[in-house]
């Protein structure tokens, strides 16, 4: 019956449209019904959590579950029914492949936010206030428009090494060198794959430290200058010292999209010519090799390496919070 | 819709009712449709008489109705010509299909039977991993089949692959595949087909000079790069080592480090080195491409190692015409084991035990069912009773004479192990690539992944 209704997927649309709406309204009516209900002090008691209620299950469902589930995976053998101890990791941390997956993604997580918040604070500076700023500014977010796999796609295009594909090599070669296989080239091929990275996230760094650079105010500004400043003091004194809480938060966004890497190296080398990183090689366990406790132990690993950095941001949300 | 139009359909499906009854009653545990109206007669070998004709096959088909989900790894022209195959047995069952063509299938299917949402029939990536999903309870077997007419209508060898340990059979094939061929451009490559790898060699290291190499090699391949190499070393050691070797090769027991695979890995390795465009061309180009340089002019390359797949490719991607290209079966090693030919099969299995998925995995069995495919081009059947006059061009002709006429037919080797052997072969042809002189630590890598591999 309820599988013939979403057969029509048109219904089963308009079904959840109209009836997810309908159903929230109706368990909000159907909670403040009951606690009237109550006596008036218990209620207060009750009230926050029944409102909760569902986010909390919908949490514990799709988040917190699957997170145990995953880490007691990772203790147990290929087909789950035997504890195996610490064996998945010892397999990890003794494999060239996934130690080679660590050293990458090491890579990535100092490169990618040095050179996006570099290169995104560069520009946001330098056009700040200046005429043309909106148009510079589309240009370099645009990318964020792309997703990782079809930007991995394009840049494997311009790396082709075929000159008549690849747009760099078809500039090298008219400059009279050979033609260069860019993800081949080790360890070089790591950096032209954070490259593509950076491309893709530069905009985002960009125009949130640029909205930090409109937070401080002129008068500030213009009272170091009126004091002689240079305008490189007044980066390093003034708009610096200001704008670090907006470098760190969009810093630790992009070391997490750095140990989260995935899309780019599996669109563009799947791992191979040493560009592995844990993810990917997580997903090759999984779906290629079949070893669901391997993954679960890799993904526990990578776990464990974004706590901390979620630790970070969370307490500087708190800061934040505790200034205003 | 509706019950069958003419009297002789009732009666057809009267008697594949009695016929059912019949086979449930001496059927073994498989039971669970047996009094529902499942399947017609079995398997499509035992009614050649209908051979000539399409419409022969949907005779014995009852109208069950209902529906049948089905994935498979063919869209575009190969998804149409699929589903030209089945209309007859759309029309005279009356049953609707659900088909979702999804090249990844593999990480579909690994993801619904985590979820539990499977299709009802399926192709499988390989024998490796259809074990690992028959162990998991998800695959079911296909004891409805019978197994003695499918096998004996099938390449030696062929049929036994599709069983899983227990001896149950799992997955059938319905399309094969000659792997082992060399390709030539008819312009540049006029002499006889050598009868020796050594002859073929001195052939075309005579023939190839100046900037043309003797090969075309492009191991890219996305996710699965590295694979027409494996292709390459299993040709070579089939031919090199026999079949034994291969055997025990296949199921774990012979080192890669072993002289008999390191022979193979060095011959290849020798040919890496007389390959156009070098390791980083070679590592870097798609193997649809490959074959580019090869009907260039001057040609880059003589010849390419390729299965019959690839034919596509060359009119697509380098636009050559059919009368531009030709091959040769890839020749004998070691004149001990003549006759070998490796070749592959897309395997179909059932996720969901219906009356409507039994009886379509009976009918893809029949040559009728086939046929119609065949027909179409870009099919070898794997069944033997497909007449060769049903191929529309000579390398289909070729390949599937090939196929039926082997004296050793060894399924493809690397889709055989256990997916993560599989994966580290693949990957072990890219480094191999890269560094053709580096066979010793290639080896001994492959070894570890052997010792943790195939032990469960």
């Not at chain 2, 195959?85 to 619904?112: C, E, H, S």
């Not at chain 2, 599937?400 to 072990?428: G, H, V, Y």
């Amino acid at each position: 019956m309820i599988a013939d209704l979403l057969e029509n997927r048109l219904l089963a649309a308009a079904l959840v449209v109209i009836a997810v709406p309908f159903v929230l309204v109706g368990y909000i009516l159907f909670v403040e019904w009951i606690l009237r209900r109550a006596p008036r002090r218990a209620a207060d008691v009750i009230r926050p959590w029944l409102w909760l209620g569902p986010a909390l299950v919908f949490l514990g469902v799709f988040l917190v579950y699957p997170t145990f589930a995953t880490i007691v995976r990772s203790f147990m053998n290929r087909k789950g029914d035997e504890f195996v101890g610490f064996a998945n990791f010892e397999w990890f941390f003794t494999q060239d492949s996934t130690l080679t997956a660590l050293r990458n993604n090491a890579l990535w997580v100092i490169l990618l936010p040095l050179l996006v918040v570099g290169i995104g604070l560069f520009i946001a500076v330098l056009v700040d206030r200046v005429r043309y700023e909106g148009g510079v500014k589309t240009v370099v977010f645009l990318p964020m428009a792309i997703s990782f796999v079809a930007a991995g796609t394009i840049w494997k295009f311009l790396y082709d090494l075929d000159p008549n594909v690849g747009t760099f090599n078809a500039a090298v070669t008219k400059l009279g060198g050979d033609p260069i296989a860019y993800t081949v080239v080790q360890p070089w091929n790591n950096f032209f794959l954070i490259l593509v990275g950076v491309w893709l996230l530069t905009g985002f760094a960009m125009v949130i430290l640029s909205a930090g650079l409109k937070g401080i105010s002129t008068e500030l500004l213009e009272a170091a200058r009126v004091d002689g400043a240079s305008e490189p003091q007044i980066f390093r004194q003034i708009i610096w010292p200001l704008l670090l809480p907006t470098v760190a938060v969009v810093a630790t966004t992009i070391v997490i999209y750095a140990l989260k890497t995935f899309d780019v190296v599996y669109t563009m080398t799947n791992g191979n010519f040493d560009t592995d990183v844990i993810a990917n090689n997580m997903f090759t366990q999984l779906y290629s090799n079949l070893r669901p406790e391997r993954a679960a132990a890799v993904a526990v690993v990578l776990l464990v390496a974004i706590v901390p950095l979620m630790f970070i941001n969370i307490r500087r949300f708190r800061q934040q919070e505790a200034i205003r | 819709m509706g019950q069958s139009r003419h009297p002789i359909g009732r009666l057809a499906a009267l008697v594949a009712a009695m016929a059912l009854v019949a086979a449930a009653c001496s059927g073994g545990d498989s039971g669970s449709s047996a009094g529902t109206s499942a399947a017609p007669a079995s398997g499509g070998a035992a009614s050649p008489a209908g051979s000539g004709s399409p419409s022969g096959s949907a005779a014995g088909l009852e109208n069950i109705g209902g529906e049948v989900s089905v994935l498979a790894t063919w869209t575009d022209v190969e998804e149409e010509n699929f589903r030209a195959m089945i209309q007859p047995w759309l029309d005279a069952t009356g049953v609707k299909l659900n088909y979702t063509g999804n090249r990844d299938l593999g990480t579909q299917i690994t993801t619904g039977i985590a979820s539990g949402n499977l299709p009802d029939v399926a192709g499988l990536p390989g024998p490796g991993q259809m074990q690992v999903w028959y162990d998991q309870g998800a695959l079911k077997p296909l004891d409805f089949i019978d197994y003695a007419t499918y096998e004996s209508s099938t390449p030696a060898g062929f049929a036994a692959l599709g069983k899983a340990a227990d001896d149950k059979l799992v997955g059938i094939f319905t399309k094969g595949a000659v792997k082992g061929l060399i390709w030539y451009n008819t312009k540049n490559w006029t002499g006889e087909a050598p009868a020796t790898w050594d002859d073929l060699n001195t052939q075309a290291r005579a023939a190839a000079t100046g900037d043309t190499k003797e090969w075309c090699l492009g191991v890219e391949s996305g996710g699965d790069s590295g694979w027409p190499g494996t292709d390459w070393i299993e040709d070579i050691v089939l031919r090199q080592a026999g079949p034994d070797v291969y055997d025990k090769w296949v199921a774990g027991e012979q080192k890669w480090t072993s002289p008999e695979i390191k022979s193979a890995f060095e011959t290849f390795a020798d040919a890496i080195k007389n390959s156009y465009g070098g390791s980083d061309y070679i590592v870097t180009t798609n193997f649809g491409k490959a074959a580019n340089p090869m009907f260039a002019d001057p040609p880059g390359c003589l010849l390419h190692h390729q299965a019959s797949f690839i034919t596509s490719f060359f009119e697509d991607e380098a636009n050559a015409k059919p009368e531009d290209y030709n091959f040769f079966p890839f020749p004998d090693i070691n004149p001990s084991f003549a006759g070998g030919v490796t070749g592959g099969g897309d395997l179909f299995g059932m996720f969901n035990d219906t009356p409507q998925a039994r009886s379509l995995m009976q009918y893809l069995l029949t040559p009728e069912a086939q046929q119609i495919w065949v027909e179409k081009g870009g099919f070898i059947s794997a069944n033997k009773n497909v007449p060769l006059e049903a191929y529309p061009d000579e390398t289909s002709k070729k390949s599937a004479e090939i196929l039926a006429n082997a004296k050793t037919f060894r399924f493809d080797a690397s889709d055989l192990m256990p997916s993560e052997m599989n994966k580290a072969f693949f990957k072990s042809i890219v480094d191999l690539a890269q560094n053709p002189d580096n066979v010793d630590a290639i080896l001994a890598q492959l070894d570890e992944v052997q010792a943790g591999a195939y032990s469960q």
